[in-house]
């Protein structure tokens, strides 16, 4: 019995014998496999309020348990937008963070986790934990631990190499521009 990206492959097998189709086996499926989690993360984190870009900077904020300048902040998040300015903004208006100055940056800022930010992300990070053991049980834990390396393996894998029509600098093995993630 196979998935969709079984018969995909067997099709493009099919019409397209001079191509390799495997490792749609692989990026399918991963991509697949995103939608769905994006999809499941923002309905746990609906009833809280909160949309993946707001949980995902108010964790950081809480895992780190400190104040973070909005740079900082844009690095240790799973974001992709360079837009970290808004959002915080857009925090700010809910009371969830505050900005502070920087003690040692006159220009600069940090962000600071208020207290209704803290109780509100304390409560969803326990849903959000709670859905990703849920997740992870479809596996058993010799599989889940090797998915998780794996996983590990392509991101780094990507993060380091350059994507389609993007050429390499001499010594530089990745986008410019782009972040590990």
Known sequence: MGDLIDLVIDQWRRVRP???PRGMGTSGRALRVAKLLERRTEEV???FGLSLWQFDVLA?????????SPGELLDATMLTSGAMTHRIDRLEAASLVERRPDPDDRRGVR???????RRLVDRAVEARFEEASRIEGVLDPGEAETLARLLAKLELGLANRPGPGVRAESGDDHQRGSRPR
């Open 60 to 68: 950081t904020l809480r895992r780190t348990d400190c104040d973070l």
């Open 111 to 117: 962000v600071h986790l208020t207290g209704a930010g």
């Open 18 to 20: 001079d191509l390799d």
């Open 45 to 47: 984190l609906r009833p």
